[in-house]
């Protein structure tokens, strides 16, 4: 299944990556409720969360919750979001998102915003991850999922 996202990761389409590994990447969304609002992708297209492998699920989300504390450092909010939908692309994703109060985590609010507002909310979350430890997964350009 090819998807937008599969077309992301694999670089046809462009992207900001704060997070990769063998199992999933993570980016940022064009289209944020927050500044800081990214989706983690697993590498392998499942069309619904329930569907895939449950070491797969439990990676997700152990990915999301770091990045959801990175969240939290970068953007000074009180908690990060979670969100799964999945109806507007049918490869599984995880909307992880700074939670300012609660409507930030409703995806109905979600706005384009500009390449700087993106450009600069993903540099301060990729330096937040650096600083927690986790340099060994943020990949070496913002623009590939690629860690070396």
Do not use: N, Y
Not at 110 to 128: F, G, H, P
């Amino acid at each position: 299944m090819t998807t937008v996202f599969h077309k992301i990761i694999t670089g046809e389409f462009p992207g900001r990556f704060v997070w990769a590994d063998d199992i999933c990447v993570a980016f940022a969304t064009i289209e944020p409720t927050s500044p800081g609002h990214v989706l983690v992708v697993p590498r392998e297209p499942f069309a619904q969360w329930t569907h895939g492998p449950s070491t797969t699920a439990t990676h997700l989300f152990d990915v999301a919750r770091i990045i959801g504390q990175a969240q939290e450092q970068a953007f000074g909010v009180a908690r990060a979001g979670l969100a799964i939908a999945g109806f507007e692309v049918p490869h599984t994703h995880l909307h992880v998102i700074p939670l300012r109060d609660e409507k930030d985590i409703l995806l109905s609010r979600a706005r384009a915003a500009s390449d700087e507002e993106l450009d600069q909310a993903m540099t301060a979350l990729r330096a937040a991850l650096i600083s927690m430890g986790h340099e060994s997964h943020v990949p070496a350009s913002m623009g590939s999922p690629a860690l070396s």
